[in-house]
């Protein structure tokens, strides 16, 4: 007889073990309760990158428009609106002015700051919404 032939008669003789009932609800719910801890310290530390870049965003879209403002931006673009003939004739020189005086890296940083917020906003509220699926189904009443 070869030996898997062996092994497998041997264990399917064998009775199945399997723990009391009360065994697997403590286990489940310990489980399930460490879950619900994970979930809620990814969600705090989302929510908190949320309310960070929210009161970051303040701060630097100042700093962009007070860079805007010093550069000259808004006088190239008010131009542009007010005399598209002109900047029409000489596009190539308006067109590096306006690229020359954009605040290029404060615009990056603001838009920097709204994707992480909007990606940290998108994950608080996919866990806060597990959360109360979690609350919901209870491993404790099994």
């Known amino acids: 007889m070869k030996p898997e032939e062996t092994y497998k008669k041997l ?6 073990a399997t723990p009391r009932h009360e065994i697997s609800v403590s286990i489940m719910s ?11 310290i990814r969600a705090g530390i989302h929510t908190s990158l949320v309310i960070a870049t929210v009161s970051a965003l303040a701060p630097a879209g100042q700093q962009m428009l007070t860079k805007a403002h010093n550069s000259g931006f ?10 598209s003939a002109s900047m ?10 306006i ?27 996919s866990y806060f919404s597990r959360l109360s699926r979690e609350h919901r189904s209870s491993y404790a009443t099994a």
């Open 99 to 125: 690229i020359e005086s954009a605040p290029i890296l404060e615009t990056g940083l603001v838009l920097g700051l709204v994707l992480v917020g909007a990606y940290s906003l998108r994950r608080s509220a």
């Open 88 to 97: 029409i004739s000489s596009w190539k020189t308006y067109a590096f002015t």
């Open 30 to 40: 310990r489980v399930h309760k460490a879950q619900i801890i994970r979930i809620r």
């Open 11 to 16: 264990f399917d003789s064998m009775p199945l």
């Open 74 to 83: 808004f006088e190239y673009a008010s131009l542009g609106m007010s005399d």
